[in-house]
């Protein structure tokens, strides 16, 4: 049966420009994909995190609190800079490397969840997760790059701006989060009874808190000013 004309043609020689209209429904289903991608990999984090962080909750530990909380801001980053992202720069082809490492970082995610209770864990598993972060990053100029060819939907201003947040990800917001994380398992590891019998494991996690709640605010104007951007107040 003969293509309709309405669905586009993926023919071994079909070529499809920029200003195809099927372009615009093959960046439409891309998108589509991303989105229900990312929704699914921070809903099943979530699960484990609830699922872990209950008990914790209801023996009122409150030493284990602020890892909770972590947890939480940590579902909040990944999932908003995901749609924000998805939003401004992911169009077809269908990058598929981009997409194995989100399945690795929140692979490393779910399972630093499960050990929300040993701090230990937690921070060295967060130093893994943090370095996945930082080669999506890396593999992530490719899509900026690619965006920037596509000049009639994309402006100059807001590519700028994706390029400069990309490269202070790079060489320094996710740079010292993984320092941190590694930093402070090798200190837990290294002095298990200041840290873990003393309960100074607390302290780390608090620094821990205000940094992610430092990034959030960071992450959230960020968002807000490309959206001032993409839809500019009349």
């Known amino acids: ?8 043609d993926f023919g071994p020689k079909t070529i499809i420009s920029e200003c195809d209209p099927k ?17 699914i990999i921070q809903g099943v984090a979530l699960y484990f995190l609830c699922d872990n962080s209950a008990q914790l909750l209801i ?18 980053l990944f999932w908003s800079r995901s749609i924000g992202h998805t939003l401004t720069v992911i169009r077809w082809p269908l990058d598929f490397s981009h997409n194995f490492f989100y399945f ?4 490393v995610e779910s399972v630093a969840f499960t050990h929300i209770a040993d701090p230990a864990s937690w921070f060295a598993l967060l ?11 890396v593999v992530d100029t490719r899509l900026i790059k ?11 201003e807001l590519l700028d701006c994706l390029h400069r947040d990309q490269q202070q990800n790079i060489r320094w917001i ?25 309960q100074l ?27 001032s951007m993409i839809m500019p107040e009349s």
């Open 1 to 8: 049966m003969p293509n309709s004309s309405l669905e586009p």
């Open 23 to 39: 372009r615009e429904r093959l960046d439409n289903l891309v998108i589509n994909i991303e989105l229900t991608l990312t929704s």
């Open 59 to 76: 023996h009122l530990r409150l030493d284990q609190l602020v890892y909770v909380l972590n947890a939480l801001l940590l579902i909040f």
């Open 104 to 107: 690795s970082a929140a692979l």
């Open 127 to 137: 130093a893994l997760f943090s370095a996945i972060v930082w080669l999506i990053f």
């Open 146 to 156: 690619r965006a920037g060819r596509r000049s009639a939907e994309l402006s100059r």
């Open 174 to 198: 996710v740079p010292l989060l993984f320092c941190f994380h590694l930093g402070a398992a090798i200190t837990i590891l290294c002095f298990p009874h200041l840290f873990i019998a003393g």
């Open 201 to 227: 494991h607390v302290l780390l996690g608090g620094v821990q808190f205000c940094g992610l709640i430092g990034y959030l605010i960071y992450l959230l104007r960020f968002l807000a000013r490309l959206g």
